[in-house]
Every structure is written in C-alpha cells, then in structure tokens.
C-alpha cells in the first residue's frame, strides 16, 4: 500500500484529547489495514473489521481495499504520534472495547473516564491533571491553556484539521452523564486522593475469608457481597467538599510525605474537635499545632472523608464506645443497596481495625412501593405517609404491615393493603381481649390447675401454643417475621377463633365458678395470652404491653423487659393425643358446612336450634365415641347422635371422607341460661326455664365435665 499508516479514533468528547495517552485496542478483535483515500490523498487507516463498511459509508468512501488483517493482541506497545503533540503514544488492549459504535480503537485518557483509568493503571501510566478544579485547562497545557473544557471543542477540532489529523466531523445527539441534582452535564477528572490498600496488608482477601462466618438473611446476600468484594478496588476515602469529617493530615509541601508525629497530631485535632465540633480543624492555623519551622513546610489536607467511611466505623464509635453494649454487633440489617455501601465498608474497617467481622448477621430488604409497583414518588402522588398510617390506623398496624411483607423484595403498600392488615390487627386484639376478658376474678397464684388435672382439651390447647411458640421463636432467630404473622393469625383464627375459645364459651358462661370444668380452660387462657403477648411483642410492642398491663397477677413494669413464656406444657394424654384432637377438629369443620347448609335453608337459626347426627366409619366413629355426651359440646348443637356410616341415606355428605352429617330443629324448649334445647327443660317447678345441667350448676355441686 501507499501514504502514511493511522490508527482512527471516534470521540464525542474532543476536550479529552490533550490529555490521550494511549490508544486502546479489544485484544480478540480482528483489525483490518485498509488502503483509501478518504479526502487527503492516499493513505492506510487501522479500523475495527466488523465495522469497517459503516466506517466507509460513514466517510463516503467507495473504493477501498483490505491490505491486511491481524487481532488487537497482536499491536499491543506499538506506538502511535499524538494527534497534534509531539509524542508517541502506546497502543494497549482493554477489555471495554467493543464493536457497538465508532472504529473498534478507543483514544485513552486516564484522567477522564473510569476505563480508561483501569487501562492506564494496568498498562503503568499516570495521571496528567490537565484541568484544574473550575474546569479550565490549566497554564502547562500546550494549545489550551485557560481554556474551559465545555467551550475547548471548537478548537480542538480547529487544531486537528490544522494538523490534517480530522478524518470526519459530524454533529449527533447522545447520551451524556448529568448531574441529577442540577441537571448539568459532567466530567470524570481524575484527581490526587486518599486510599485504603486492598492489597498491601492483604484487607481484601482477609474480608473474603471472614465473610464465610457471616449469616445472611436472605442468603443470596451472600453471593451479592462475595462478588462484590472479588474485583473490589482501593478504596477512595477523599473528597473535596465543604462539609464533613476531615482528613486531619499534614503534609510536607515538597516530598508529599506524611508529618512524622501524625497519630499524636490527630489526637490532639480530635480533642478540639469534640469540643468545638467539625469546624475545629478548618479554622485550625497549622501553627497552632506544629513548630514554626513545620508550620512552614507542611500544608494542612482540606479534604474530607468519604461518607461511607464514616457510616462504615459506627461500630467503633457505638459499639466499642459504651461498656454496656458488645462487639461484634448481632446484626446490621438495610436495604439491599447496601451490600456495595454499609455492609462493604462496615466489614473492611472491622477487618482492618479488629480483624474480625462488625456483625455476626446480615440482613436485607427491599424498598417500598405501591400497589401496582411503582417506586414511592411525590410527582407521581403515590406517597403513603407513616405518620399519617400512624395517625389513622395507629403505630402497630404499620409495625403489622411490615411484618406481614416479604421484605426480601420489594414490599408493596395501599390503602388496600393497609386495611387487612388493620382487620389483621382487630382479630389479634379482639381475641387478647376475649381471653382477657374471661380471666376475671382469675388469680394465677390460687386458681391455675396443675396440667395433670386440666381437661384434656384445654391441654391440648396449652400444648397447641407450646409447640407454635417453637415455631414462633426459630422464626424470629431467623428473622422471619412473616412467618410469625401467619402462625399468630392462623392461631387466632383457626385454633382459637373458630375451634377452642368456641367451645370453652358453654364452660365458661354456665358451669360453676370456681369448678375444675372452669378453672381448667381458665388455666389454658392465662397460659395462652401469656405466652401470646410475647409472641407479638417485638412487632405490636404497644398492643403487647396494653396486654402486660391487664394480665393477672404480679409482673414487671414491662413485657419488653420479658423472655419467652415457660409456664406452658405438652399433652400427655394415653388417647387424646394431638392428632386425636387434630381429627375432632377436621370433624367439627365438616359439621359446621353441614349446619351453614341447614342455616341457608332456614332449617335452623344458631346451631344450638340444631339437633345433628353423625354417620362416620369405624376409625372416625372411635374418636366421636370417646367424647361421649360431650360431643354436642364440642359441635356447638342441642345433641349430637352417632351412627354407623352405613346407616346414612338421606345425609349430608360432607368433604371428610368417613363423615355423613344429618341436621335437624330440635323441637324441645330452649334453657334461657344456656341456650341448648333439651329434653328436661320445664322439668322443675322451682327453674321451669332451665334445663336439669343447668339446675345442677345453679344449686347442686355443679356438673362434671371429663373431656371438654
């Protein structure tokens, strides 16, 4: 081929080029020596092969010829001349360049973008500080000097076409980093800083390895935080700002060197400053501090820390401050941004000041947006305010909500949403407020029943909150709070709400104060909102201590001040064992779609207007038996007969298998003080209105319950 070899730069910043010190090439992309005239006479252009017909087509060439190809790896330290100095420049491989737009060979300035950066530092090559802090080129610069970088354009293009270095010239819009704050276009200026060494001391590998002994909640923080530390760089401490901790640094003006006494300086800087505050070391006159001799040849460093470093040493001045608190901390919990921020700079400090890890967990959340997912924005309008959910719905309902999200993603919240979990709170309340309510004129010290004489299904109660407290406890050892809001509601609606507190009602309101039947399921209500207020303690903390303060009994002045409830106990029944009672209660579900089929069809009002029999097979039939006449009791109806699945024709056939419910009006008077519809109502002339348990409990010794 014929004319002069040049390599093609494509930029869209031309004020960058005073400062190219190299020309950086992709190591696996193929290069192409192409011979052309592109306006200038004969010449040889080096341009990326995958683009080289959008680079001619871009140039208005159409006779071209492909002299030679080889790959970038193969041009790596050859030399360039800079475009309009007179220097060589080195052409190095980087891994950013790619064949999405321009010639495939990117000019290099280290001083003003982060790839370059990385290129230049692998490669040996400095920094040239051509633009001082107002943007303006600085006097040493050949061509420019004084000039802004935002207005240099123009001439940089003027001087290139003087050189006959300006192959093509073309003005496009593109996109262009802005400041968001001032919506003001940017430039990367790489500029002298503080920095941790990641390296020297080995920090980075040492934060690697302890990072093993943490937990995560969720786990896959760990994998986010082990990969961001894999290509973690040296920490950047600085920063020019006018506000913030200082770096209380004296330097030596000609050697750069740190002052020889700098701890005891810094020492004496942090005692002004807890004194006078940050503006101590600003107003600070280096003699105040150094000898007259040092005063003049040490400059006082004026910049400031990063913040990151400051939120990132909160272990040391909390933790390690105060004698009553312990380091490391148990856990440090933000949003799931804060693996690059917090976590990240709270671990190297702990590594390189203690060697050891700040916390012994992490956990991460998700941020806050609406109901169709939309991030919280006040041009929008979608903005739900704490305090005004506060205001309205009260503090635990907002501590509910959280509690009730997945807070591993991001957590959605409406008006909608806010509303269950108000209704969520009432059902938590109202039934504090029933167990509490039935606990009257109960004092724990005289009137708790030993386990061992307890109905057995007041025990199985006890025992259904003994093994959900479990439950509940690993579940906020594992952070998981959600979990703990489902096992409370399910338990205050299902186990409670629609099976125990149902039952006991009868015992309660009708047999003898201070009979055992009472006493019994008196006992298992203490012991259950006992064990409950704690349960919801760490999330509705008000609630909670509104229960301490009317539970019976001596206690603390607080719930806060609490451990997890002791007092409750396992079943330790020969026969009705847990899982008896978990198919009584699979049976009682099905009798009650039976008696809601009767009730639509107005065949019954309440179900204690109900007469049921059951048709089950020989399993089922076995445990219905064993409650004997107590079975209507635990059904809620005025009698309850049981009969073998075969005798069943015209039954309601329920969804247990082995269950077939018949449901009829009872035709006897109703007991005006227990409701049932019996037999023997009207058989005393003394209490015509009462049924005969009901006289027995009024004036004999009371009835005797055996089961529930």
């Known amino acids: 081929g014929e004319g002069p070899v040049s390599v093609v730069i494509w930029t869209t910043t031309p004020w960058t080029l005073p400062s190219s010190q190299a020309v950086t090439l992709g190591a696996e992309l193929d ?105 303006n080129f600085r006097s040493n610069v050949e061509l420019f000097a004084g000039e802004h970088v935002y207005k240099v354009d123009s001439h940089v293009v003027e001087v290139l076409m003087e050189k006959g270095r300006l192959l093509h010239e ?18 990367f200026r790489a500029t002298p800083q503080w920095f941790i060494s990641m390296t020297k001391n080995g920090l980075l590998e040492r934060a690697k390895e302890a990072i093993k002994d943490v937990n995560f909640t969720p786990e896959w923080g760990r994998n986010r935080m082990e990969a961001m530390l894999e290509g973690s760089p040296d920490w950047c401490i600085s920063r020019q700002r006018t506000w913030g901790v200082p770096i209380a640094l004296f330097i030596h003006k000609e050697t750069e060197e740190l ?110 947006v609406d109901g169709q997912g939309r991030k919280m924005s006040k ?16 503090a635990d309902v907002l501590r509910l909500w959280v509690a009730a999200t997945d807070y591993s993603a991001e957590m959605t919240v409406s008006d909608e949403i806010l509303k269950r979990s108000s209704d969520t709170y009432r059902r938590i309340r109202n039934t504090a407020r029933f ?31 003994l093994r959900l407290q479990q439950e509940i406890v690993s579940s906020y050892q594992k952070y998981n709070f959600l979990n703990v809001y489902q096992k409370v509601q399910n338990f205050c609606a299902l186990d409670l709400g629609s099976f125990y507190l149902d ?43 509104e229960i301490w303060q009317q539970l019976p009994g001596e206690r603390s002045v607080s719930i806060h001040t609490e451990t997890w ?50 048709f089950a097979d020989e399993a089922l039939m076995k445990d219905l038996t064993a409650l004997g006449d107590e079975l209507r009791f635990v059904l809620i109806t005025s009698r309850a007969d049981l009969k073998p699945l075969a005798d069943a024709t015209d039954a309601y056939a329920t969804e247990l298998e082995g269950l077939k419910v018949a449901v009829k009006a009872s ?28 006289i027995e409990n009024v004036e004999g010794d009371g009835e005797v319950r055996h089961f529930a």
């Open 259 to 368: 002052h020889p006494d700098t701890p005891a300086l810094i020492e004496q800087v942090a005692l002004r400053v807890e004194k006078e505050g940050m503006d101590a070391w600003f107003d600070l006159e280096p003699s105040e501090l150094l000898s007259e001799e040092d005063a003049e040849n040490y400059v006082k460093v004026t910049d400031t820390l990063d913040v990151w470093f400051d939120s990132g040493v909160t272990h040391m001045a909390v933790l390690d401050a105060r004698d009553y608190l312990k380091f490391p901390a148990d856990l440090y919990l933000e949003g799931s941004d804060q693996h690059r921020g917090w976590f990240q700079s709270s671990l190297k400090t702990g590594i390189a000041i203690k060697n050891v890890p700040p916390y012994k967990t992490l956990l991460t959340h998700g941020f806050t």
């Open 435 to 465: 167990l509490l309510s039935n606990l009257n004129g109960f004092d724990p010290a005289t009137d708790c029943v030993p386990a061992s004489e307890m109905l057995p299904l007041d025990s199985w109660a006890v025992d259904r909150a």
């Open 31 to 135: 290069y192409a020596l192409v011979q052309c005239d592109a306006g200038q006479g004969a010449e040889r252009l080096i341009v990326a092969q995958g683009l080289l017909e959008s680079i001619m087509q871009r140039y208005n060439v159409e006779d071209y010829t492909v002299l030679a190809t080889t790959t970038g790896q193969t041009m790596e330290n050859l030399t360039v001349s800079h475009p309009f100095y007179d220097k060589q420049l080195p052409i190095l491989l980087g891994d950013h360049v790619t064949l999405d737009a321009g010639t495939g060979c990117v000019h290099t300035a280290p001083d003003h973008g982060v790839d370059d950066f990385n290129v230049g530092r692998k490669y040996g090559l400095g920094t040239l500080n051509y633009v001082d802090d107002n943007g």
């Open 667 to 694: 035709t006897f008077e109703k007991c005006v003080r227990c409701w049932h519809r019996r037999e023997d109502v009207g058989a005393s002339e003394a209490h015509p209105e009462l049924c005969g348990r009901c």
């Open 379 to 394: 041009s929008i309008g979608n903005v739900i305010a704490p305090q005004s959910v506060m205001n309205s719905l009260g």
């Open 565 to 614: 409830y002791e007092g409750l106990h396992a079943l330790e029944h020969p026969t009705m064992d847990r899982e008896f009672w978990q198919r009584i209660m699979t049976a009682k579900t099905a009798v009650n779609k039976a008696l809601e089929e009767a009730r639509n069809a107005s065949v019954i009002g309440s179900g204690l207007e109900a007469e049921v029999t059951l």
């Open 503 to 545: 039952i006991i009602k009868d015992r309660q309101y009708t047999t003898q104060a201070n009979s055992l039947a009472r006493r019994s399921c008196q006992t298992a209500m203490y012991h259950i909102v006992e064990a409950l207020a704690r349960w919801i303690a760490p999330i509705l903390s008000f609630t909670a201590d």
């Open 170 to 187: 073309k003005s496009f819009q593109h996109s262009y980093p802005h400041c968001w704050r001032t919506k003001t276009p940017l430039i």
